[in-house]
C-alpha cells in the first residue's frame, strides 16, 4: 500500500512569486495535514483538511492556502513567497477509522525561495 | 493553548540505552506519539500510547507515560548508530477535532 506521496520532492523559487506543493494521502484517509518544518523551529502546524473542508489553521498568514479535492488529494498554495518560507513543508494524513488517530507523513517538499 | 517540550540534543555510546524526555500541557491529550526523522526525510511513527495507559513495550522501544506529571518519555535499549536521528513527541486531543502538537524534536546523536 503507497504511503502518503508528495510532489515536487524539491522546488526553487524566487520571491514574490507563487508555489504549489501536492499530497496524495494514504488511501481510505479522508483527512490531510499540512505541516511547515523551518530550520531550528520544530513543526509548525499549517492546516488540516478533513472531507474537502478546512477545519483547522495554524497561525500563519492568508498567503499560506490550499484545498482538498473530492479524492482526498490537496495542494498547499504559497503567495507572494518570502526568504523565510524556504523550508520543508510536510503532508499527513489520517483515518478516522484508526484506533489511534495516527497521522502519517510524507518525505515532504523541500521549497527553496531566492 | 497546547506546548509540547523537548530537550535539543542526546548523545549516547552505541549499544547503550537512551531516554528521551517529553513534557505536555494539555491535560486533555488523548493520544501520545513518538515520530523519527532521518536527515532529509519525513516522519516516521514509531510508536504511540493511549492517555490510559502508563506503559508501552515495542521490541527495543519502551514508552512510559506518567499523566499525572504529563510526562511521556521514549526509551530505546541497545541504542544503534542507526537509531541517529531527530525524535519528535506529540499529542493531540481528538475532542471533535484532529490537530496534532509536536515538540521541536530531540536530535540523538550515537557514538560508535
Known amino acids: 500500500e503507497a504511503g502518503v506521496t508528495q510532489s515536487p520532492t524539491h522546488l526553487i523559487k524566487t520571491r514574490g512569486q507563487q508555489a504549489t506543493l501536492r499530497c496524495s494521502p494514504i488511501s481510505g484517509h479522508t483527512s490531510v495535514y499540512w505541516y511547515q518544518q523551518a530550520l531550528g523551529l520544530g513543526l509548525q502546524f499549517l492546516l488540516w483538511?478533513?472531507?474537502?473542508?478546512?477545519?483547522n489553521r495554524g497561525n500563519f498568514p492568508p498567503r499560506f492556502s490550499g484545498r482538498q479535492f473530492p479524492n482526498y488529494s490537496s495542494e498547499l498554495n504559497v503567495n507572494a513567497l518570502e526568504l523565510e518560507d524556504s523550508a520543508l513543508y510536510l503532508c499527513a494524513s489520517s483515518s478516522n477509522l484508526d484506533p489511534g488517530n495516527t497521522i502519517y507523513f510524507g518525505e515532504g517538499s523541500w521549497l527553496t525561495v531566492v | 493553548g497546547e506546548d509540547v517540550e523537548q530537550s535539543l540534543f542526546l548523545s549516547v555510546r552505541e549499544g547503550d540505552s537512551s531516554v528521551i524526555n517529553c513534557t505536555y500541557t494539555?491535560?486533555?491529550?488523548?493520544?501520545l506519539y513518538w515520530y523519527k526523522q532521518e536527515p532529509g526525510a519525513g516522519l516516521q511513527l514509531l510508536t504511540y500510547?493511549?492517555?490510559?495507559?502508563d506503559m508501552k513495550q515495542d521490541q527495543r522501544l519502551t514508552v512510559l507515560l506518567n499523566k499525572k506529571d504529563k510526562h511521556l518519555s521514549l526509551r530505546i535499549a541497545d541504542t544503534q548508530t542507526g537509531d541517529s536521528a531527530i525524535y519528535f513527541c506529540a499529542e493531540s486531543n481528538s475532542g471533535g477535532y484532529q490537530k496534532v502538537t509536536f515538540g521541536i524534536g530531540t536530535k540523538l546523536q550515537v557514538i560508535p
Open positions: 500510547i493511549f492517555s490510559n495507559m
Open positions: 494539555d491535560s486533555s491529550s488523548t493520544y
Open positions: 483538511y478533513d472531507e474537502g473542508e478546512e477545519r
